[in-house]
């Protein structure tokens, strides 16, 4: 599968120096896809050095030529979308259908900053100085790191390239060791832009090879990282060491909200394919599910049966519904979970174990818990698996109450046919993205991003540029 691959440094695939390998494990099969390079310091620094130099010529290429790079590059990933989403597929597990809307939104990515690259604006400001002005400009922040993780191998990954090239930056990406193939298809398709050497750089390998060596590079301006929060807050104190801007989209807590007045086919429908899309191991997902009263056993029902209809296999094969977790930590983290909520009073509705069937792979069945209470992990944390935890409530001070108790604030939803009581619920929500009767939240033109210890920045819309812009003043007189 990699075998036309490699690391990319300085425009070109090769080798790790050290000629160094490592396997990647098929979450389907538990055997190796394959091999690739495992990159050491001295790639790592080669990487960073070639960044240097592919930011001096492509910083001063003009906006218009570099909205067509990326346009060159979106039409090649569009030509390519079958042989991306069967990397993705076999890479994570998730079925093709989804493997290909993801790929889908990734082009969708580098059409976007193809058209940002055109609209970097500057303004002038009058000045108290008789005769002067000031100039207000933005220049590109520098060498980009783009830390990307597994289970959205693609579209994480566009989300951090397209806004770093379309401002002028170069780039250096250190995607998931467990879905490298995926970038490698996306770092083929941006041959097609004809970047300068050294534009885009990509590095597969250990944390000491790879992430210790950019962050104490002081050529490195800035890092984007998707991943957990232990790992972002990690990240900002090493950052701190050389001062480099950090945009971080880290874990999510999502509760889903379904009000007395609720359309239920609706909720139902939106929340059972939010919830087990890529086997629940999406940052945005419903965790916390808070059902009014009057609605609670109709929801649990209807949920539950959604549940047990999904087909669980191989992504691969084009009747899946759910694939396998990414690998055996996940699966019994699920299991762990699944326990502690059952011995501390919960029930059971559907799941909660390994399907009967498979041979190999970490796969887990969708799973519904009633009679949760806000305090049980599968409450309190992001569960980051196919782990739906269902309570109710009775008014809407209570569940917004209830809702904001986390120090997560990623995603929120909540299902009302209320025009007043969608406008409380956004603004009590602390949220950066609420979606009313949809969940909706991810598109090219939308900021996508949270708050409080989901992070900072955002990605995506035209915010999703600035993180990688300087604001520069100029006092003009004359």
């Known amino acids: 599968m990699y075998t036309n691959f490699g690391l990319f440094i300085d425009g070109a695939w090769r080798k790790a120096a050290r000629e160094a390998t490592e396997p990647v494990i098929s979450p389907v099969s ?33 906006a218009q030529k570099r909205a067509d790079a990326l346009h060159a590059i979106a039409n090649e990933m569009c030509r390519r979308t079958e042989e991306a989403a069967q990397m993705i597929s076999s890479e994570t597990g998730k079925p093709l259908a989804q493997s290909r809307r993801e790929w889908g939104l990734s082009i969708d990515q580098f059409r976007w900053y193809a058209e940002e690259a055109r609209r970097i604006y500057g303004r002038i400001i009058e000045s108290r100085v008789p005769g002067g002005r000031f100039d207000v400009s933005h220049e590109p922040v520098g060498v980009v790191a783009a830390f990307t993780a597994w289970n959205f191998p693609a579209s994480l990954l566009a989300r951090k390239m397209a806004p770093a090239l379309a401002a002028g930056c170069s780039v250096i990406a250190r995607p998931s060791s467990q879905t490298p193939g995926t970038a490698m298809v996306m770092f083929d398709c941006c041959l097609a832009g004809n970047l300068p050497s050294g534009v885009i750089n990509l590095v597969v390998g250990s944390t000491e090879a790879t992430y210790r060596p950019i962050m104490a590079s002081k050529a490195v301006r800035k ?113 762990a979970i699944v326990a502690e ?92 993205m609420v979606g009313i009767n949809s969940a909706a939240l991810a598109a090219a033109e939308a900021p996508f991003g949270g708050t409080n210890f989901s992070g900072m920045g955002r990605e995506g819309g035209s915010e999703g540029i600035l993180d990688y812009l300087d604001v520069k003043l100029a006092q003009v007189v004359f």
Not at 31 to 55: K, N, R
Not at 286 to 310: E, M, Q
């Open 30 to 62: 538990e055997s190796p896809l394959g091999e690739v390079p495992s990159a050491g310091v001295e790639d790592t620094q080669a990487a960073i050095e070639a960044a240097q130099l592919g930011l001096l010529r492509w910083s001063t290429t003009p």
């Open 223 to 335: 890092v984007s990282l998707t991943g957990s929060t232990r790992i972002g807050q990690q990240m900002i104190r090493d950052a701190a060491d050389t001062m480099k801007k950090v945009s971080m989209e880290l874990g999510g807590n999502a509760p889903l909200i379904v009000y007395d007045d609720a359309d239920l086919d609706l909720a139902l429908n939106t929340a059972a394919q939010t919830k087990f899309g890529n086997t629940g191991q999406v940052c945005v997902a419903p965790d916390r599910f808070f059902i009014h009263d009057h609605l609670y056993d109709a929801f649990v029902d209807g949920f539950t049966t959604r549940a047990k209809a999904i087909r669980l296999g191989d992504g691969l094969d084009e009747n899946v519904g759910m694939g396998p977790l990414i690998n055996a930590h996940r699966l019994a983290e699920m299991e």
């Open 341 to 432: 909520a059952l011995t501390g009073g919960a029930q059971l509705r559907t799941g909660g174990q390994r399907p009967s069937g498979f041979n190999s792979g970490y796969f887990y069945e969708p799973t519904v818990l009633t009679d949760v209470t806000d305090d049980m992990r599968v409450m309190a944390e992001e569960n980051f698996g196919p782990i739906a935890a269902i309570s109710r409530f009775s008014s809407d001070d209570e569940v917004l109450t209830r809702a904001n108790a986390s120090d997560m604030g990623l995603a929120a939803y909540a299902f009302t046919r209320s025009p007043t009581r969608a406008r409380r619920t956004i603004a009590e929500l602390k949220a950066g």
